[in-house]
């Protein structure tokens, strides 16, 4: 759902800057969430369930699941990086250009509403890897 609103916005600022800012944002979203994919394949694979609680509750059964896919809990943690748009994967602000990306025509509430989804975005995926690799 994302990349759509990205899309949206971009598209909708009628500027080709932001569409073009649109674009770079989407590359980047698009090949890390295959990435994220993968790794919660990977753990989906290793407990045998689907539900986060059984998740939780096989970690505590054994031990958390941090310590056999430590590599594995590393490349999370940059993809989560890349994925919400943190140094140093900050690449759709495109700062040589002074534009900031699909945003580049919004202020106010707006711009606001788009750095909160931003951080609503860092805060589920912080959640999501505590719950699959660090016992919930």
């Known amino acids: 759902m994302n990349v759509y609103s990205i899309v949206i916005a971009g598209w909708a600022s009628n500027s080709k800057y932001?569409?073009?800012g649109a674009i770079r944002a989407i590359a980047q979203m698009i090949s890390y969430e295959l990435i994220l994919g993968v790794i919660?394949?990977?753990v989906l694979l290793l407990t045998g369930t689907l539900n986060l609680t059984l998740i939780v509750y096989y970690q505590h059964l054994t031990t958390w699941l941090c310590f056999p896919l430590?590599?594995?809990v590393s490349m999370t943690y940059v993809v989560l990086l890349a994925e919400t748009n943190r140094v140093p994967f900050?690449?759709?602000e495109a700062e040589a250009?002074?534009?900031a990306g699909y945003n580049v025509e919004y202020s106010s509430i707006t711009f606001a509403l788009f750095f909160l989804g931003e951080y609503c975005s860092m805060v589920a995926m912080s959640a999501l890897m505590?719950?699959?690799f660090f016992g919930g």
């Open 18 to 20: 932001a569409l073009l």
């Open 70 to 72: 430590l590599p594995i």
């Open 130 to 132: 505590v719950i699959l």
């Open 40 to 42: 919660i394949m990977l």
């Open 97 to 99: 250009e002074l534009v």
């Open 90 to 92: 900050d690449l759709p």
